[in-house]
């Protein structure tokens, strides 16, 4: 605290009171602002001096009432699915309205509609009314403005959230001032503390025969009822049903695969154990100012109330980051690009001693030894690690920490575009200037195929915990169709040589399907279509001939296969499956008859699984599928390569192979399966 009162001290006094120097102090100001009290995990600290608890224990914010989840069918999209809208809100900044409370060292942090608590050098002094202003002309405040031309190139709607009715024109002026899209804009007039959206906002699903759109809202933060209330406002103003719950969670610390299955961090945990709930008050007066006592919670009850609201077919806690600016959440190196896999931020091995790195690296291979809806390993692939401005290294995780917190994967889907973050200025192309930023966006479109990528430079969220994913909450679609695929992508081995792709996929939509197909090609050849034919349970199934494609040279390994799904329901809506197969996003595999091309894709997704649990305690599992019986040489190599077990393997069918790790020192192994040209590696860490 010291430090940031003898900073702001000398700026003042090296700038005196010009203009220029009021606008420079101003800046520095609002930027320390944002990244301690507006960061998106507000140190609780800044708390305790404005209220005490309220010793009797209240169910919900005084803004809130209670709706229990709905008794029939529901479930939660992934984020790469159709959305409806994107919900976002330019950055404000709030001052006292009592002229004792103003200048640049005083600001005004709103508590509840009308009333701030104001800081002075970041110590609190008091409660005033407070009056707010948008901010249209810092880097930091236009970002937002970026964002809703993004949301609405990406053809949903921008839900902007705005102080008052005014302000509505001043967005729309804006826009039009900076040249950017306007004309699809729908605003919400609702109060506001900062602008984490995602952590505040609801988490959308879709319920009951109709698939109607509704909103499962978590308590938030404490010291940020107004942001909590977010969802309470999109209800009365927009519609969307509202349904709540008493566990705390923050929506950056969520990811679904969209049938069935979430993940989150402990961090959870940690968030569900205090008893500081969220400001109420009576609406009058705001001497009744209290903050609620909630009841603590067990980590057994947070993961049964995870798994009967939002994830029914397995929900998965993995360990949180510990150097990521605060939150713990997965949002800042994870997201899936469709139900089958994980897009990760990999750190690169100039890392390796931080924690964080191992603690990633343990989460990744835990992620992909669960299983799908499909009863397949989910897939992974991995996109870069940001740098700093000059395309260097982080000096430690502690600088990484509390300066930086970059991270590719903050970003957003909006149908078939991503909101990108980057880290230089964006040139007239759309891309970063940097040439170490450039590139790993590059390889960013590799990882996300077909999506335009809408760069967005976020250098002013340094050290704030969080990007654009931390600031955007999507609003699925209606009447959405919906489209599991059990894809295949990159080296099938000999599996389709002699055989027909088999292409299966669950669909359904409240208007009914009218027509389903897959569309394919050969290495860039004529596009061909063929029927999925509806079978039980909305299972539709149809062939690629690829049989015939590699009758004539089954050894030939430069023959791609791409194809995509198409689905038109009988209201004429048509969705593809990926979303961006008109620009390019198809799947694509190649066959072929050399084993050892095609070990890695048989081994690693069809039929040798991952370890679980990985880190292990007392047993680790892995699923294999032997087909019609093969002999396997197994062993088992320490971190120095030495053979501390050595077995065979000699059975069929699908089998659970099982180690006894209770019985192994804790380190880091791999486990080596071999038969003759085969070499299939596993990882496995025991605790």
């Known amino acids: 605290m010291k430090k940031i009162i003898l900073m702001l001290a000398a700026v003042s006094m090296v700038f005196g009171t010009a203009a220029q120097s009021n606008q420079v102090s101003r800046e520095q100001m609002l930027r320390e602002w944002r990244q301690t009290v507006q960061k998106r995990h507000r140190p609780e600290s800044l708390l305790k001096d404005i209220v005490p608890l309220q010793q009797t224990v209240a169910t919900k914010s005084a803004a809130k009432y209670h709706r229990g989840m709905p008794a029939d069918n529901f479930w939660f999209p992934g984020e790469w699915e159709e959305v409806q809208a994107v ?109 984490w959206f995602r952590d505040c906002g609801p988490i959308c699903f879709y319920y009951g025969e109709g698939d109607t759109v509704g909103m499962l809202d978590f308590e938030y933060y404490p010291g940020r009822a107004l942001d909590d209330s977010l969802p309470v406002y999109i209800e009365r103003q927009f519609g969307l049903p509202n349904f709540t719950t008493q566990i705390e969670w923050e929506g950056g610390n969520c990811l679904v695969d969209g049938a069935g299955m979430v993940f989150s961090s402990d961090e959870i945990y940690n968030t569900n154990a205090d008893i500081e709930g969220q400001y109420i008050w009576d609406g009058v007066n705001i001497n009744t100012l209290t903050q609620i006592r909630k009841n603590p919670l067990t980590p057994a009850q947070v993961k049964d109330s995870l798994r009967h609201l939002i994830g029914p077919r397995a929900t998965h806690i993995l360990t949180a980051f510990q150097y990521d600016g605060g939150t713990g959440h997965v949002d800042l190196y994870a997201d899936m690009i469709d139900e089958n896999q994980f897009v990760f931020s990999k750190m690169p091995d100039n890392y390796r001693n931080w924690v964080d790195y191992k603690t990633g690296k343990r989460n990744m291979d835990s992620l992909c030894s ?118 295949r992508v990159g080296n099938t081995g000999p599996t389709f040589v002699n055989r027909d792709f088999d292409v299966m996929a669950y669909i359904t939509n409240v208007d009914g399907i009218a027509s389903a197909k897959v569309v394919y090609r050969l290495s860039g050849g004529e596009w061909q279509e063929a029927p999925l034919t509806a079978g039980e349970n909305n299972r539709y199934l149809g062939f690629i001939p690829t049989s015939q494609f590699f009758a004539a040279n089954p050894t030939d390994t430069t023959q791609v296969v791409e194809y995509y799904i198409t689905v038109t329901s009988n209201a004429g ?115």
């Not at 880290?423 to 590139?439: C, E, H, K, L, N």
């Not at 966006?441 to 050290?463: H, L, M, N, W």
């Not at 007392?618 to 390569?641: F, H, K, Q, T």
């Open 370 to 487: 669960y299983y799908s809806v499909f009863d397949w390993n989910y897939r992974a692939s991995y996109i870069p690690f940001p740098k700093t401005d000059n395309g260097g290294n982080f000096i430690s995780q502690d600088q990484y920490n509390n300066r930086y917190t970059r991270t590719y994967s903050n970003h957003t889907f909006v149908n078939n575009l991503i909101i990108q973050p980057c880290f230089s200025t964006v040139g007239s192309d759309g891309m970063p200037t940097a040439a170490w930023d450039r590139a790993n966006i590059e390889e960013i479109q590799k990882a996300y195929p077909g999506y335009t990528i809408y760069c967005v430079d976020v250098r002013e969220f340094d050290g704030s915990g969080g990007a654009i994913h931390c600031i955007t909450k999507q609003i699925p679609a209606e009447h959405p169709i919906r489209i599991l695929h059990r894809s």
């Open 87 to 195: 919900v976002v809100t330019p950055y404000y900044i709030y001052q006292s309205t009592n002229s004792n409370y103003q200048g640049y060292n005083y600001m005004a942090d709103p508590i509840v509609p009308g009333w701030a608590a104001i800081y002075q050098n970041y110590q609190y002094k008091t409660m005033t009314p407070y009056t707010s202003e948008m901010d249209t002309t810092s880097a930091f405040g236009q970002t937002a403005f970026y964002l809703m031309d993004a949301i609405q190139m990406g053809g949903a709607q921008a839900w902007v959230r705005v102080e008052n009715n005014a302000d509505t024109a001043a967005v729309l002026q804006h826009l039009t001032t900076m040249g950017l899209r306007h004309n699809n804009i729908r605003f919400l007039v609702a109060p506001g503390n900062a602008f």
């Open 573 to 687: 809506k048509t969705i593809t499956k990926p979303m961006t197969a008109a620009q390019g996003g198809y799947f694509s595999f190649y066959p072929s008859n050399d084993v050892t091309m095609g070990v890695q894709k048989i081994s690693g997704e069809e039929r040798f699984g991952q370890f679980y649990p990985n880190p292990a305690a007392e047993i680790a599992n892995l699923r294999i599928d032997l087909a019609d019986g093969e002999r396997y040489a197994v062993s088992i190599l320490d971190a120095a390569g030495r053979t501390i077990h050595a077995s065979i393997l000699d059975t069929a069918g699908q089998i659970v192979y099982t180690i006894n790790t209770g019985r192994m020192a804790s380190g880091i192994y791999t486990v080596l399966f071999q038969n003759g040209s085969e070499r299939i590696a596993r990882r496995l860490v025991v605790k």
